[in-house]
Nanobody, 121 residues
Framework: QVQLVESGGGLVQAGGSLRVSCAAS????????MAWYRQAPGKQRELVAA???????NYVDSAKGRFAISRDNAKNTVYLQMNSLKPEDTAVYYC???????????????WGQGTQVTVSS
């Protein structure tokens, strides 16, 4: 059974820092691209940061310079370090795993249940 379990969310003041974690089980973690998405009330879910199996990263513009995604394949865990947090970062943060099946046009994706991050002004 595949599970992505997020932790580390909470309430923080603007300008503060928070690290959220996602522990994966039931998948060959090292081959998956891992990502963090977020969804604020009344808004669409958006990609915040992603890290490939090879360690390449990309970020949404609003997160560049403030957030850092990393992974520990030995622990099957992906992290999102969030610094200089702003009230507009308030959202439910979801962990996402994705891998493309070679020689097909199919892929496999999994989602975590989400963790709430609230930034007070």
């Amino acid at each position: 059974q595949v599970q992505l379990v997020e932790s580390g969310g909470g309430l923080v003041q603007a300008g503060g820092s928070l690290r959220v974690s996602c522990a994966a089980s039931g998948i060959l973690f090292s081959i998956y691209t891992m990502a963090w998405y977020r969804q604020a009330p009344g808004k669409q879910r958006e990609l915040v940061a992603a890290i490939t199996s090879g360690g390449s990263t990309n970020y949404v513009d609003s997160a560049k310079g403030r957030f850092a995604i990393s992974r520990d394949n030995a622990k099957n865990t992906v992290y999102l370090q969030m610094n200089s947090l702003k009230p507009e970062d308030t959202a439910v943060y979801y962990c996402h795993a994705w891998v493309e099946i070679p020689t097909t046009q199919k892929d496999i994706t999994y989602w975590g249940q989400g963790t709430q991050v609230t930034v007070s002004s």
